[in-house]
């Protein structure tokens, strides 16, 4: 079933630090996790270099939510500290989408 629309994104653009300790595990747990929590939608991911991981939402309240969820915060702390030379989030509101499908 399509999300309705409006619906929203949270694009996550990053660059990794060659420091791999734990972040394969944590990537994994972090997307279980937020596959949990309500209104989450979707999930796509893809690096060569440039990583860029979008999450979908039902509302800006419930990535508020994932935000702040405990272990969520404790994953963005390791991040900063470690794996991450540089990211940039941005939150988009989806009012239309189409696809091609062959």
């Known amino acids: 079933?399509?999300?309705?629309?409006?619906y929203y994104a949270v694009i996550f653009t990053s660059?990794?630090?060659?420091?791999?300790?734990?972040?394969?595990?944590?990537?994994?747990e972090m997307e279980e996790l937020a596959r949990k929590q309500?209104?989450?939608?979707d999930f796509e991911s893809a690096r060569d270099g440039l990583g860029i991981s979008i999450s979908y939402w039902e509302s800006l309240q419930d990535i508020a939510n994932w935000k702040a969820q405990l272990d969520h915060r404790e994953a963005q702390r390791k991040g900063i500290q470690q794996w991450y030379s540089w990211y940039k989030v941005r939150v988009c509101r989806v009012d239309r989408e189409y696809?091609?499908?062959?």
Do not use: C
């Open 99 to 102: 696809e091609f499908n062959k």
């Open 38 to 41: 309500p209104g989450f939608l």
């Open 15 to 28: 660059l990794r630090t060659p420091d791999d300790d734990g972040y394969a595990e944590m990537a994994v």
């Open 1 to 6: 079933m399509e999300p309705q629309q409006p």
